[in-house]
């Protein structure tokens, strides 16, 4: 199975409800303003797979079908994410993503600025107007441990000490905790509100899978074909994300290894020899194949959470969601 | 009286509030992440009058002692303003502000959205935290207002044919909406939510102060002393910033006035000749005049809805940040 034929299988019990929730977004930049429709416009037809509204949606089907708050819920949490996005490409100046020009790539940093801040603003506008107290509470706390991620990755630049506790820290904040917010206001809607047990599961459900997401992510920065990912390989340490991969080499490494992979990460570019000397050191050390176990440990306890659940399309679909996070190839 | 003296007079019945809405700002930068809290300090170190949660508590001060609540959605409003402003200075490039660095002057834009981005998230959080939905719900219109102000700004940027109307709305937007929102919100406070007459009173009576503040700042642009506004002059217009006195110069000068000046504001620097060109042109069609007169008709505006409450400190407070808002030199 492709992993485009995955996600498909993911989507499929709410596909329906997905293309409500795409059909809300564009009632959004139906606006008195041409430019807000037209930057708007891009974004949503840009956007990717929607998979944080996706795991809300099919959470909350494990109890049932769906009702008007979940819509609700899949279209903030899909906005939150996208505002995240802009703000991103706009702070790394990126071009692209996924092959696809960013706001600020064709229009300005102003521009992104300025739309993530409306995306942020109308997410809280549709929780409030649609009485989602419990979804507002859980976003406000998400939001702060995603700018407290980007903080600890501005902290953490070009540190290379950081730890892998620091590691996952950080990329829990600035992956997990969205994808964990998804699963925890699926799990409280459809009546689920009173069941706290279920709620902090399925918190711990979404936080697992994006970490282990997170770190398959920080995987192709060394192993993906940029052709498929749409970014070059070794970005990310050239913006000085010391990611799990490198952190789990330094710490297993001959000294003689370590000395050289420290030197060379420490570079602001590489050449093609450079870079494939770091690779093969890291290879050898066994830092791929750590992160490649840590994410297959983390997608086990996500499964294993999900072993309570009622058998069916939704819950099918939430196991393809794990192998979706850890197998995919972008 | 100096315009020190004026701020000094707005603030004094609230002036211990103000402290300990300074108190719990700095509460929200003792993080475990030491450049959010070095970042944060400064941020909380260069903040200036604050104006915005000044006029919050004074408008629930006119119903009796403050509450807890009110130091809350204080403490929200100046989060809010706080965020924009970093924002704003990030778009902007702005290196300075009131003569003091900006965050994205001392670090980077990224860190400027990183840091706006947080204390958007931090108003929300103690929003929910203190179960203040009427502020949540104003504030959400109000941060989507101001996303959508800084947009019609893109929208007319350079455009000499933006109308006093397109004007009014995109300042509304990007100031007047949060200054009436403070006003709005303490009016709902001190068991004011009631009365919904009295909350929409005062929503005016903070939305009109915003819009006339933004005409005098922009005003200062043409006329303001740099060393005492802390930023040069014609700097509105080389952003593409075409504000009221030229506005209203533009429909009220002779026809050869009209077109020296078209010719003049569309350039993208000045000579020193030049822009005094401009502003001789600006004077004699009577653009500096009519903006004045604006800013002074708000005002009595506001002056008119402050005529029905109770006499006493807080009001003659309120009145003399009418006078502030109107009268100030920076």
Redesign the interface.
């Known amino acids: 199975m492709t992993v485009d034929d995955t996600i498909l299988e993911v989507q499929r019990p709410v596909r329906r409800e997905l293309e409500k929730v795409q059909e809300r977004l564009r009632g959004l930049f139906r606006?008195p303003?041409?430019?807000?429709n037209e930057v708007g416009g891009h974004v949503l037809a840009t956007r990717g797979k929607k998979f944080r509204p996706t795991l809300l949606l099919l959470t909350a089907r494990l109890r049932g079908p769906l009702r008007d708050d979940a819509l609700v819920c899949a279209t903030v949490v899909e906005l939150v994410h996208a505002a995240a996005l802009i703000?991103d490409d706009?702070?790394?100046r990126s071009m692209l993503r996924r092959g696809m020009p960013t706001v600020n790539g064709l229009w300005t940093?102003?521009?992104a600025?300025?739309?993530?801040?409306?995306m942020?603003?109308?997410a809280?506008?549709l929780?409030?107007e649609h009485r989602q107290?419990a979804a507002?509470?859980i976003?406000?706390?998400v939001?702060?441990d995603?700018?407290?991620g980007?903080?600890?990755e501005?902290?953490h630049a070009f540190d290379l000490d950081v730890t892998e506790a620091q590691y996952e820290q950080l990329i829990q904040g600035k992956t997990g905790s969205l994808i964990g917010a998804a699963t925890e206001i699926g799990a409280g809607l459809q009546k689920g509100a009173a069941d706290r047990r279920r709620r902090a599961a399925f918190r711990r459900f979404g936080d697992t899978i994006g970490v282990a997401f997170q770190i398959v992510d920080d995987l192709f920065d060394y192993l993906g074909d940029p052709a498929v990912t749409g970014k070059p390989v070794g970005y990310d340490l050239i913006e000085g994300k010391v990611t799990l991969p490198l952190i789990a080499a330094l710490r297993l490494a001959t000294e003689a290894d370590r000395r050289r992979m420290r030197k060379l990460a420490g570079r602001r570019r590489f050449t093609a020899t450079q870079w494939a000397d770091l690779k093969a050191a890291i290879e050898r050390a066994g830092g791929f194949d750590y992160a490649r176990k840590r994410a297959r440990a983390l997608a086990d306890e996500a499964r294993e959470i999900l072993s309570d659940e009622p058998r069916g399309a939704a819950r099918r679909a939430l196991t393809a969601a794990i192998d979706y996070a850890v197998v995919r190839d972008h």
Not at 33 to 36: D, E, K, S, T
Not at 113 to 118: P, T
């Open positions: 606006t303003i041409p430019i807000l703000h706009s702070v790394d940093d102003e521009m600025i300025i739309m993530g801040d409306y942020y603003a109308q809280m506008a929780l409030v107290n507002m509470g976003l406000a706390q939001v702060t995603m700018s407290c980007q903080a600890l501005f902290q």
